[in-house]
Nanobody
Framework: QVQLVESGGGLVQAGGSLRLSCAAS????????MGWFRQAPGKEREFVAA????????SYADSLKGRFTISRDNAKNTVYLQMNSLKPEDTAVYYC????????????????WGQGTRVTVSS
């Protein structure tokens, strides 16, 4: 079972950028597809992006394509989410998760959830 710790959140003005990191423990990190999700106040958790085990296949929520980029470094057991042109509606707690394949993450499922990192975008 992989354990995940998110970091990199904070307060940023609209139009700014942040890079989130998710550090994973365990020797099997490179075998998992990884994903990012977010939960805004009063809303359900939603899928943001996912990347397969090797990093050569990604998937994004349609509304976020072009602004967010997911990547991973298997040597560092870390997955990243680069967020550009941030908007107030991007304000949420961001979580990473692991699964055996992209399809599971895109469907909203995953495991090894971290504690999340809070992103606040001011207008």
């Amino acid at each position: 079972q992989v354990q995940l710790v998110e970091s990199g959140g904070g307060l940023v003005q609209a139009g700014g950028s942040l890079r989130l990191s998710c550090a994973a423990s365990g020797r099997t990190f490179s075998t998992y597809a990884m994903g990012w999700f977010r939960q805004a106040p009063g809303k359900e958790r939603e899928f943001v992006a996912a990347i397969n085990w090797s990093g050569d296949s990604t998937s994004y929520a349609d509304s976020l394509k072009g602004r967010f980029t997911i990547s991973r470094d298997n040597a560092k057991n870390t997955v990243y989410l680069q967020m550009n042109s941030l908007k107030p509606e991007d304000t949420a707690v961001y979580y990473c998760s692991a699964a055996m394949n992209l399809r599971t993450l895109v469907a909203g499922n995953g495991g090894g959830w971290g504690q999340g990192t809070r992103v606040t975008v001011s207008s």
